[in-house]
């Protein structure tokens, strides 16, 4: 029966029904028990599996992931929560020389079935230790999966799939989301990873989104829709792999890609797909694939200074304005 | 105050420092809660004789860093509280001009490295610079604070070595509050903590009751002393507690009131005015401060509130030389 | 007086020179003393600047970054070498969020002049855990300078010009071209950062690439002359900030450009390029844009399977030709 | 074999491994330099015994984990010489189908969870081992080796603690060869080194001659049937030297001729075959199992010649399931 709940509370869901179907799903981070994690997404866990199987650490996030990674080759299927992403890369040496590598420089003796969570994203001053959206690593590590639910059914579905998937997935949840509601099927299965959600469709332009910018991508779309111009708006969801069916199909149809992100525009995700969909489509587009990021600067604290760095609808409809001028 | 002794005048100054630490905090809490403040806000309240008793024995031209509860620190080490209040509400004037925020202060100025928002990188940070001031031959020493969670970290475990491979000038000042955010510091560290492992790496200092303001004071200024005349790293290690929860997001339910009430009896605060009363220090003059205190961060209260904004472009600026943003 | 000398041999000396002429530059890292470096490139330099200025650490990347933060605000320029790239990981969180952040976060009230030194790029078999070209990586981190020399002579300008840099130079020295001879003017002061070194002219296909890559381009280069095919070769030289002069002008001219890198293909520095040159000159070329890039794999050990990850001067070729069929 | 007592019999069967282990690094040390392995080698030789000791009282279904310098402890837990061989000449059925090399031999069918081109991530991956063995209730042990240098890396300090947190059942191996590559660890290691440290946490275990294959042997027995029996984590402190350089591309000028010559004085198979002999085993027994050895080892040597490299489409399998090059 489809229900209401939050993004953290879907995820919660996710994990508790996961930790119930296979005794060898268990969770591991600083502050799971009695906090219940940053935004309730472990809440009653500990109490309901003990606290072998929700375990609270120590502040020592390369523990966190090796033990992980350990507990990973030896059976087990470990949640790595990290918190901010930012710590994570406290433990990148973890991820990327161990858990990404092991499968392959073992020749497939063993698999590496974690999934390490770690928060992205910008929520109201959070500064520049706690805000990066760090996304474009995690896809260029060969080994690695990478998930970015932005919806409370994705949050439910994707972290079913995460946890159930055989090899190390980076699960990013972005905090600004994190008190977002909407309807959950309890009782739905995992969503396959590495299938974009078209959020909505329209044969103008694609606009290709993933995690909190789907918010900002939607409104847009709204605003575009009212000015009579119709945007296919995708929201990957997995950026390792990446739906190039779904995004190929939209942009030879639309002949225009415009791409947001949160993350700083240099080096960002948004890059690749760029790359990509300008070689292989080259032919159909009728206008320079656009994209729209962060400037690079670290993130600020004041409101305006952040707001100086984050992508806006208005910014979005702008872009998208410019590029259908004169669509035939 | 002429009659007073100068013990009673040294421990007088450092009342006043802890009282615009409380006021700070307070205020800084309230404008939290009153949307006036963004992100989070870690409040010191409790803690502040440790960054009082140990900065006293600083000079300017000494270092120290902190971490994520770093008000204490700043003020005690010299900055300048008006300012620090207008970073907190992100403000163009503000001591790291809005950029920065509660989590990360810094005032170079007076040898302030900065808070943190990393657990222990802090701490790593200041042993990088008593290696500058070892390479320089500066006359300088440098001051970490960290709390118990942070020992858990390995970089910070990295540092006790490095410290003392190198003799370098550095003071470990652990803030034992007996809670990482939510959790028992108590549950995940394992031996005798923090003490035994400074001294596994060869490293002596002294354990202090870090509500005690004499005690800290006296402890930081033998070390202080010692590290000065080139004894290397030493650490001193001070149990405490905080009377607020973790931050302003936190609920702080995992403690009992019953806890919360018997630590707020050891209040360094009333601690330090009972043994000024006692040295015949008129309760007047301790009134005086206390009010100044507070009229000071009523004032820096109200001048944040009014300050201008920084200007969005602001956001481009100081990032790097070589290829900034356009 | 120009000098043949290896790679490593001329950062040795451009070291050496700016510690003579800045007694605030340091040099920290593991086995600099008794072995001077991996390739030799800080032999000798222990016995002449002494213990505290060439520091021997222990196995301690996090406080070898850190401690290079901490001495750079505190008045020196320190050199952290960290030996292979893969073990800067060890130490990414000191690298960015503190060197990479604390300029910004402090509003300027400090700068964070450190250069890091980390080996990159595969060599003969290292593998999976000493192989990795991570350059993508720094160059998304808003605050650092990102340098990948690719000759004796930039070897030697470049780290000069690092060292003499005011915020932390991420500097990819690759283990490829530690022997690598040719000429070196002792003399000459440093090189620019982000200015491209055009190696070769021609009017047909811009060719952009950096760091060992430029070995294998040039050899396609050559290759390529003789069918008829010219190129601009370019090594960029230094990533972050890029020459986008000198390829957005090469580009208008030739019309067509392909990007050559040894790291991962996806996700890596040469989408930037791609997606930058693709939106900015959109309407001035004459073919898709096309990379050159390591397949999403860790590196392998065996020959014929590392050979299968590189890029080689003949798909170099094959690219070209691809794209220059037909041209006008 | 009849005549000689129980303990000479399992002696003897350590010996054999100790030769197996010297044979195959003596082995890979004329490869390497015969141009047929490519990467470095780490050879292990002058302190098989650690590795052989320890390895003999484990069982198949117990782990092991390893560092860069990890041939010796592939072969004690039971790994095959001649894939191993086959791996490091980069042949397509070797221990890793010539993916891994030298430095990232793992085998998964004897409990041998890799080698590690990471200093001190072996260890912690070993740590997380434990933890699923306790999470599965599993009568399993972990044991990973590491070296002197290692201990200097936080991660491996924050391994100490989370093992003794948790009460995990985990053997941490320190052979303490007096390097770290080319720099003597003395100099970069504060304190009183491995041992003081891990008693800060709360570990314990024992201090032996790791050149002592019976000391060690002894102290492995007495410590993992501590583990086994639920006693949480323990150390194992083993003196020992190399007897080669760091590996086949270092020069080791660092060490004197004389040290070399006073360890090899040490060497711990002379020892053992010296003990034996005096057990009343028999020379030509002793000789018989070198022969073997060398046979063996022979073998590994044409066999991985001639075996076939892998084809080049390997490359692109084994990355992962969802997501893999195409
Ligand atoms: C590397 C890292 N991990 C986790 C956090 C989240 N965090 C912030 S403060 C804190 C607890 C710190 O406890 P302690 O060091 O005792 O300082 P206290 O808050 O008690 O003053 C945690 C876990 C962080 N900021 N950095
Ligand atoms: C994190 C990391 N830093 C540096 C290195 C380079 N390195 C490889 S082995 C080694 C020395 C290790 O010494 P020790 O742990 O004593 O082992 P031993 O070689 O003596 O067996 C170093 C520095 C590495 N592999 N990993
Ligand atoms: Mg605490
Ligand atoms: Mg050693």
């Known amino acids: 029966m489809i229900t209401e709940m939050t993004y953290a509370e879907a995820a919660r869901l996710a994990l508790e029904q996961e930790m119930e179907r296979d005794p060898r799903v268990w969770a591991l981070g600083e502050d799971l028990g009695p906090e219940g994690g940053l935004a309730g997404q472990y809440r009653g866990l500990q109490e309901k599996f003990g606290p072998d ?48 590598k092991i499968r392959y420089m073992f020749n497939g003796q063993s698999r590496v079935p974690l999934v390490t969570r770690q928060a992205v994203g910008m929520r109201g001053g959070t500064a520049a230790q706690h805000s990066q959206s760090t996304e474009a690593w995690w896809v260029h590590i060969p080994g690695l999966v990478v998930v970015t639910p932005a919806t409370p059914a994705d949050n439910h579905g994707l972290l079913k799939a995460a946890i159930r998937c055989d090899d190390p997935v980076v699960y990013l949840e972005h905090k600004g989301l994190w008190g977002m509601k909407g309807p959950v099927d309890p009782d739905a299965g995992p969503i396959p990873l590495g299938k974009a959600d078209l959020v909505r469709r329209g044969d103008d332009l694609t606009l290709v989104t993933w995690s909190g910018m789907r918010v900002e991508c939607a409104k847009a779309a709204e605003m575009l829709a009212r000015e009579g111009i119709a945007v296919d708006l995708i929201d990957l969801r997995t950026l390792w792999p990446w739906d190039r069916e779904k995004v190929f ?65 208005e910014q979005i409809v702008a872009a998208a304005v410019e590029m259908t001028k004169g669509k035939t | 105050m002429s009659r007073v002794s100068n013990q009673a005048a040294r421990v007088l100054g450092m009342l006043r420092t802890m009282h615009v630490i409380r006021e700070f905090e ?24 440790i960054a009082v008793g140990v900065c006293a024995n600083l000079r300017p031209t000494d270092y120290i860093s902190s971490n994520h509860r770093g008000h204490g620190h700043s003020i005690a080490k010299g900055a300048d509280p008006v300012g620090m209040m207008k970073e907190l509400f992100g403000r163009a004037d503000g001591t790291c001009g809005g950029k920065g925020g ?70 470990f000042v652990c803030e034992h509050n007996g809670y990482a955010a939510t959790t028992r510091t108590a549950d995940v560290t394992a031996g005798e903590g923090f003490v035994a492992r400074a ?43 905080r009377h607020h929860p973790h931050n302003t997001r936190d609920t702080g339910n995992y403690r009992t009131q019953d806890e919360i009430d018997r630590w707020k009896q050891k209040d360094p605060i009333a601690r330090t005015t009972a043994w000024l009363l006692s040295q015949g220090v008129a309760q007047e003059e301790i009134t005086s401060i206390e009010n100044e205190a507070r009229a000071l961060i009523e004032r820096a209260f109200e001048a944040a509130l009014v300050a201008p904004l920084p200007s969005p472009s602001a956001a481009y600026t100081d990032v790097q030389d070589v290829g900034a943003p356009q």
């Open chain 2, 26 to 49: 307070e205020a800084a809490g309230r404008a939290w809660h009153a949307g006036h403040v963004r992100g989070s806000v870690h409040q010191y309240v409790g803690q502040e004789a």
């Open chain 2, 199 to 241: 001294r596994s790496f060869g490293i002596d200092g002294e354990s202090v009751d870090g509500n005690d303001l004499l005690a800290v004071d006296a402890a930081a200024e033998r070390l202080i002393a010692r590290i000065r005349a080139g004894g290397g790293p030493a650490y001193l290690f001070a149990t405490t507690y």
């Open chain 1, 53 to 100: 199987r929700v375990v609270d650490t120590p502040i020592s996030e390369s523990m966190i992931m090796a033990a992980a990674v350990g507990a990973a080759v030896a059976g087990t299927r470990p949640v790595a929560e990290l918190r901010f992403a930012d710590f994570a890369l406290c433990a990148a040496d973890e991820l990327v020389n161990q858990a990404a």
């Open chain 1, 249 to 313: 199909e939209s942009v030879s149809r639309t002949g225009r890609l415009l791409i947001a992100q949160e993350a700083v525009r240099v080096g960002g995700f948004g890059a690749e797909v760029a790359a990509e969909v300008g070689e292989a489509l080259w032919s159909k587009l009728r206008a320079p694939i656009r994209r729209l990021g962060a400037p690079r600067t670290p993130v600020p604290f004041s409101l305006p200074l952040e707001e100086a760095c984050r992508v806006s609808p």
């Open chain 2, 102 to 171: 509660s989590m990360h202060i810094a005032d170079f100025s007076i040898g302030m490295l900065g808070a943190n928002g990393v657990v222990a990188d802090g701490a790593t940070i200041a042993v990088g610079a008593a290696q500058a001031i070892k390479i320089l031959r500066q006359d300088r020493v440098a001051v970490t604070f960290f709390g118990d969670g942070a020992i858990n970290r390995g970089p910070l475990m990295e540092s006790f070595n490095w410290a003392k491979i190198y003799n370098l000038p550095v003071l």
